[in-house]
């Protein structure tokens, strides 16, 4: 049933060209007379074998530059001339729903707020969802056409709603960057058009995504299949396949033009270990989605994440000079998971380091010592260990007055 109704849709699209109705198109691709349709592979279609990973730092991928890391420590695990600058094609977008998640998080913008369509964002080329100059989605309905089916008209729509125009999003995209540390990336658009000076790397788009992912929000968006708007006259399917076909998908961005080639960012969590993989440069969509996979199949294969054992039975209290109090006991956060290699989990091992004492006062938080998370003998991370309570410092009115009423209740 679904191979019939692609196939009607196929059929349909080759013969009208390009359908306001659907949103199937081609991403970032200059539109060509006959629109190319994006539809949903059947049970038993092929889908591309992963690529095998022999090892870290190896040549293994035909593609230009990849990197996978791990998405909480950061940890890099395999990359491939991944500070190589490349265009980015959609993958941009995975900047601009960063900020656009920061904004939803932060309150500058609501989920139900209505966005006008203005000419600018109409002119869109490229994958898009048609929207007409005047026309009101909300927020959450064009952040469903952008994460789902990399829409630019809709990418452009939530930029000026955002932050007044395309120019001054782009500026913010910039500064942002340039915050997390992306040495190699310069943007000059929200969608990922071709444009002379608009590049990044592997390792940044990874920074990013790292970023993005670790929104709740952004994954009720990256993981849906299909969807629709306007009332079913606009179809949705999303351009990551992975979310379909590879167990533990959470997101996140393709891309694809001439001058990028076939770009993703492919992000998945299994047994409470998340990776991250970019891929840049792929010959055609297949070869990056085969890439996506060898490298998180890599990951997981010779990864675990570790939650190491609480160290509260093993923490004695530290001696507080001149304190009201002899003593402080020091508190510490949950360490959460640490990333080790698999069959080392039970190598893991926890040092303590505490001060011999401290100088009263003592506040609430101040640092006692730290906790450094080791594997046969590397440090893998640390934790701060910290005073549970404040201790104020033992003045001569104090000590008097402790010395009277010891002297009180002695006599009584």
Known sequence: MVKKIAASLLAFALAVGPVSGLAFGKE??????????????GDDEQWPDAIPISGVLSEDLPVRSAILI???????????????????????????????????????VVLDDMVTTSEDAASMGGSQIWLRVGEEMTVDQLLRAVTIASANDASFALAEH??????????????????????????????????????????DVAIASRQLIAFDLIKEYSTIWMDELRGGETQLVNTNRLVRFYQGATGLKTGTTGQAGSCLS?????????????????????????????????????????TPPSI??????????????????????????YLVERGQQDLLEQVITLAENVEAPVYPGQTLGRVDVMVEGALIGSYPLTAGDGIDRMTFGRAFGILLRSALTMNR
């Open 28 to 41: 970032d691709l200059t539109p060509q007379p006959t629109q190319e349709v994006y539809l949903s592979l």
């Open 70 to 108: 791990d998405q909480h420590s950061g940890r890099v695990l395999f990359e491939q001339n991944a500070d190589e600058q490349v265009a980015p094609a959609s993958i941009t977008k995975v900047m601009t729903l960063l900020l656009i998640m920061e904004a939803v998080t932060s309150g500058a």
């Open 162 to 203: 955002i932050a007044g125009s395309e120019m001054a999003f782009v500026d913010r995209m910039n500064t942002r960057a340039a915050e997390l540390g992306m040495t190699g990336t310069h943007f000059r658009n929200v969608t990922g058009l071709d444009e002379e000076g608009h590049m990044t790397t592997a390792r």
């Open 266 to 306: 492919a992000t998945a969590t299994r047994d409470n270990l998340s990776l991250v993989a970019v891929v840049m440069g792929a010959p055609n969509s297949d070869s990056r989605f085969a890439a996506a996979r060898g490298l998180l199949d890599f990951g997981f294969a010779n990864f675990t994440s570790v």
């Open 312 to 337: 509260a039975a093993e923490l004695t209290p530290v001696p507080v000079l001149h304190g009201v109090s002899e003593s402080v006991t020091p508190v510490f956060d949950p360490p959460g998971s």
